[in-house]
C-alpha cells in the first residue's frame, strides 16, 4: 500500500504505554523532514526527564534530530537561587537508523543549538539584558570561535556619526552599543561575502509614543534579530563553512524618560546621506538598522546583505505566527531564501517592496518620513531599502513566527528564533 499524507498522522501524535520504569512511546509521523521533526520534538517532549532514549523513527536522520533536541527545550525558568532550563531533556539518546552518518547528527545538532541559543538570549529578562551584557554574549562566542569583535560604545558611536543608535538608545542609562563579529575561513575564495544585520532592541517600551500595557510585555524579546545572527555565526565558525560572514548587532534599549528622542526630531543615520523625520518612536527599530545597514553598504562592501528584525506588527499580522515576510528586489536571492526557509522548516512569504507606496514615506520636513503608518511592514521596509545603497539585499520581518504563545511542535513558549536555521541554510548552499 503506498503512503499517502492523507492516512498517515501529520507529525507529532503521540501515545505513551508505561510498563514499570519503561515507557514505550509512539509516534506517528510522515516521513518527510517536516512532520518528522515535529514528530521526534512530540517524543523528546514525551521523554523529558528520561535518562535515555533509543529512538526508531523511519526519515532523514537530521530531521529527527532538530526535532528531539528543539523539543527537548523549556524556556529558562528564574525561580529563586535557580537560573536553570524549565525542564530537563533526555540525558542520552540512541538513534537507530543504520543511515545514520555522524556528521549529519552533528550538523543538526549544530543547527538546533542556534536556535535554542537565540531563543534563551531573547527569552532573557530586560533588567538582566541590557546592550552591554548583549556585548559580553558577543565575545563570549567570538572568543570560543576565535572570531574578531569590534565594539563601539556610546562615545565611538557618537563619533562615526551613529545617529540612528545615538537617538533611539538615548533615553536609557544602559548606553547604546554597535558589535561587529567578522569570520573569516581559509579557502573561502568563490563564496559571496555576506553581511547579517540583525535588530538589537533590548526592551521596546514604544519610547514617547509609549505602547500600551498589554503590548509590551513581550519586549524584552525585541533584540531576536541580533541574537539570530549571533548564532548564525557562531554556528558557522562550529561547522567551519568555508564563506566569509560578518554579522553586525545595532543594541540599544528603547526607553520612556527624560533623554528620549522625541516625535518631530531629526535625525541622521550613519553615512549621513538622509535625514529622517521621527513620527513615532515606537518605530525604533528601522533607525537602528538603518545605522548598520548604511555601515555595512558604506564601509564593508557585502556581496549579500541580510536583516533579520521583529520589525512591525503589520507583518505579524498578515502572516500571523508560522511564517517570516521576506522583502527583496532580488529574484535569486528571494528564491534561495524561500527554499532555505522550506528546508529548515521556517519559511518565509514574500511581500513586495511595492514602488508606488515609496511616496508615502516622504516628508515635508526631510529625506524620510521614519513611520507614515501606513503599509506597516511594507513602509518599514521600503524605509530600510533607502540604506543599503545598491547591494543585494533582503529583509525578513520576523515579528509574527518570533514569539510563540505555548510549548508546541519545534516550539517554546516565549521566543523561538526563528529564521537562525534558515539563514544557516542558506550560509551553507552559497558554500
Ligand atoms: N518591536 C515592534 C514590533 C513588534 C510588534 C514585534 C509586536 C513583535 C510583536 C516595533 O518596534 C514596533 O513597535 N513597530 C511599530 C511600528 C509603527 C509605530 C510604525 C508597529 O508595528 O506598531
Ligand atoms: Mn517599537
Ligand atoms: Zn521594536
Redesign the pocket.
Known sequence: MSASPFDWPEGGEVRALVAGDRRVVLVGAHPDDRALRRGAAAAARALLHAEQAIIALAGPVSAQVEGLVLGGYRSQHFGRGEFAPGATPVAVVTIVDPAADEEVVERAQVAARASLLARGLANAPSNLKNPAWMVERAQAVASRRGLEITVWDEEALAVAGFGGLLAVGGGSVSPPRLVRLDYRPEGASDAPFVVLVG?G?TF?T?GI?V?PAD?MV??R??MSGSAIVLAVIDAVAALGLTIPVTVLMPLAE?SFAEGSYRPSDIVTPYGGKRTVEIT?T????RMVLADALAYADLELEPDLLIDVA???????IALARSMAALFSDDDELVGALREAGVAAGEPFWRLPLHDDYRSMIDSAVADLD????KA??I??ALFLREFVGERRWAHLDV??P??SDDDTGLLSKGATGYGARALLRLLEGLT
Open positions: 535588530k532592541i521596546d514604544g509614543s505602547k503590548g513581550s519586549m524579546t525585541d528603547n513615532n515606537d518605530a525604533e527599530g521583529t520589525l512591525t506588527g503589520a507583518a505579524r521614519q513611520a507614515p503608518g506597516g511592514a513602509t518599514a515579528a509574527g518570533g514569539r
